[in-house]
């Protein structure tokens, strides 16, 4: 199985704005993207990912988490082109969901294009788990337990094709929200989990649900054979973790706690789920990034809180909540930098391309991959 990416452009054309838009100012940049919205009014879609910067979600008509977008513009009724700022995964999400079978019925078979302003904005993540690398994994793994006994459960930040994967095998998608649920649905099926391509949300769901850390061996894609582990190793196991990471949330470290508690006693440490187990230990609240802009509304003024997610969604919450006083807890920049890639210069020259009717990046899931990714996202939103 393998994902299309369907660029509609010619072979030839860039992929990235020439000039006259890498030479064009924010300003006249901005008018020209609002000239677009204002000509397709609400057949039009931008969505942000609240990782985005500043000046991106400033163009954008909602904002969201990756799977919240894609389900909020597959729910409007006048939308006829979706444009994702946000990274290659979640614009595969957004056109599986968007242009899924009743979709497309309701729209007598037309497709709603989802662009990606810059095809460059991927993520680490989701890269560190080819689905060959799956697949032989699995191959291997089925030579020491009984792989009929496993289910997959792949984290949305993955490529279609590993959701697909899960699709076909009685596995499921989960979300940093709802990983717990996801993995006690597992359990309550089958008595192992194979988990991608974040070790640190498996590990860290996993040990909030009581599995000890000895059956939770961690599976090496790049190690000479059975992932690195031991034939025992893997029949003890509970959870078969991928050796895989966020680039942004691997960044913090425990340290970066203790030097804030020490200078702020009363501080507050709130971190995502994908930062690693030593973090989310010293941590006082865990959560999702939903959970982390839910947490920051509801407290009172005068909170102080240190907050271990990307740097772009951490300044935007200094800059809303004024009346508490926000830190980021590294001292170190940590953004999602392929997310970055996408700025105004991309939005305007893509949202110029879909209006003269050659649209650039468009993302297109091919259709067996779709089918099964879909099957797996569907096993998610019905576990409660
Ligand atoms: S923050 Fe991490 S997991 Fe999220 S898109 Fe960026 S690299 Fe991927």
């Not at 009014?41 to 954008?60: C, P, R, T």
Request: proline share 5%; charged share 25%; glycine share 4%.
């Amino acid at each position: 199985m393998s994902t299309t990416v369907k660029d509609t452009s010619a072979e030839s054309e860039p992929r990235f704005p020439l000039p006259p838009y890498k030479s064009l100012g924010n300003e006249a940049l901005a008018e020209r993207i609002a000239a677009v919205r204002a000509a397709y009014g609400k057949e039009l879609l931008i969505l942000g990912h609240h990782y985005q910067q500043d000046e991106v979600i400033a163009h954008s008509d909602l904002r969201g988490d990756s799977l919240q977008l894609s389900q909020m513009a597959a729910a409007s009724s006048d939308c006829r082109a979706i444009v994702f700022c946000g990274v290659h995964f979640m614009a595969e999400t957004a056109d599986i969901v968007a242009n899924r079978p009743e979709k497309l019925a309701e729209r007598d078979g037309l497709r709603v294009p989802v662009i990606l302003p810059d095809m460059a904005a991927g993520c680490s993540m989701a890269d560190m788990a080819a689905i060959e690398q799956v697949e032989a994994a699995w191959e291997e793994l089925g030579e020491v337990i009984d792989t009929s006994d496993v289910t997959p459960v792949t984290y949305i930040n993955s490529a279609a094709s590993l959701k697909a994967f899960c699709g076909q095998r009685d596995g499921i998608v989960c979300t940093s929200s709802n990983a717990a649920a996801v993995l006690e649905w597992a359990f309550a099926r089958k008595r192992r989990v194979l988990f991608f391509p974040d070790q640190h949300l498996g590990r860290n769901t996993a040990r909030a649900m009581g599995i000890p850390l000895e059956q939770m061996p961690v599976w090496d894609p790049f190690a000479d054979e059975l992932g690195g582990n031991d034939r025992a190793a893997l029949e003890a196991s509970r959870v078969l973790l991928w050796k895989g990471h966020c680039s942004v949330h691997q960044m913090f470290t425990e340290q970066h706690v203790e030097q804030f508690r020490a200078k702020f006693p009363e501080i507050k440490i709130l971190v995502h789920p994908e930062c690693p187990m030593e973090v989310v230990d010293q941590a006082d609240i865990v959560g999702s990034t939903g959970k982390i802009l839910r947490t920051v509304e509801e407290a009172p003024a005068g909170s102080q809180w240190a907050i271990g997610t990307e740097l772009h969604m951490v300044n935007r919450l200094k800059t809303e909540h004024p009346e508490q006083e926000i830190h980021f807890l590294s001292p170190i920049v940590c953004m999602c930098a392929t997310m970055y890639r996408i700025d105004l210069a991309h939005l305007c020259w893509t949202l110029e391309n879909l209006q003269a009717d050659t649209p650039t990046n468009v993302i297109e899931v091919d259709e067996e991959v779709a089918r099964w990714s879909l099957l797996a996202l569907e096993r998610m939103l019905e576990v409660k």
